[in-house]
């Protein structure tokens, strides 16, 4: 089965660190650029960050430009995103995609999904004191 796995979701304190991970699971990543998404209750999906197949190039929404970093690690299949300094408006359920088009750094962060071929069902997190 081709799917996408997200984990490292949970309950934080403000200022907080988390570390999601997307793993794949019936293909490899190596070829794909993979996205990671989040939704808020009552609000629209938007895109939160970027990385090339490579891992050469990286793109942030500004909203968390700073705060969070995007990685991955090919040998492992699995792509992560590092969370530091949440804030509770962080607070949504996190989605990872993987896609091959063209451009998907920059349609990505402008919450564009529809270049994404494989999709995870989501990790939520919560920042909340």
């Known amino acids: 089965q081709l799917q996408l796995v997200e984990s490292g979701g949970g309950l934080v304190q403000p200022g907080g660190s988390l570390r999601l991970s997307c793993a794949a699971s019936?293909?490899?990543?190596?070829?794909?650029?993979v996205g990671w998404f989040r939704q808020a209750p009552g609000k629209e999906r938007e895109g939160v960050s970027c990385i090339s197949s490579s891992g050469g190039s990286t793109n942030y929404a500004d909203a968390v430009k700073g705060r969070f970093t995007i990685s991955r690690d090919n040998a492992k299949n699995t792509v992560y995103l590092q969370m530091n300094s949440l804030k509770p408006e962080d607070t949504a359920v996190y989605y990872c995609g993987a896609g091959r088009g063209p451009g998907l750094l920059r349609t990505v962060i402008a919450g564009n999904e529809d270049g994404m071929d494989y999709w995870g069902r989501g990790t939520l997190v919560t920042v909340s004191s």
């Open positions: 019936g293909f490899t990543l190596d070829y794909y650029a």
